[in-house]
């Protein structure tokens, strides 16, 4: 079964800043649109940033200017870098792959959480 595994979430004060990583086969880095979206109790999940392969990058205005999506193809990595970042943000991270409306792969989620 194809799995995505996500790292690097944690606690972190107001302004601060944080770096999750996502891991997967390598054949899916180059195929697929990669992304990472966010949720919080109570609400629908939301993309927060992707980047297709062609390595055309989208993110979503609220965190525009903060956030920044990667990947590294040859090591199989997907980033999202977090800075200044905001009570607001706090929710669990997912990573996602998707190929087509039925062919999306998730990750667990990592809790990230902005407190001070």
């Known amino acids: 079964q194809v799995q995505l595994v996500e790292s690097g979430g944690g606690l972190v004060q107001p302004g601060g800043s944080l770096r999750l990583s996502c891991s997967g086969p390598?054949?899916?880095?180059?195929?697929?649109?990669m992304g990472w979206y966010r949720q919080v109790p109570g609400k629908q999940r939301e993309v927060v940033a992707s980047?297709?392969?062609?390595?055309?990058?989208y993110v979503t205005d609220s965190v525009k200017g903060r956030f920044t999506i990667s990947k590294d193809s040859a090591n199989n990595i997907l980033y999202l870098q977090m800075n200044r970042m905001k009570s607001e943000d706090t929710a669990v991270y997912y990573c996602?792959?998707?190929?087509?409306?039925?062919?999306?792969?998730w990750g667990q989620g990592t809790q990230v959480s902005v407190s001070s």
């Open positions: 980047i297709n392969p062609s390595n055309i990058s």
């Open positions: 390598g054949n899916i880095f180059k195929t697929y649109t």
């Open positions: 996602n792959a998707r190929r087509s409306a039925l062919n999306i792969l």
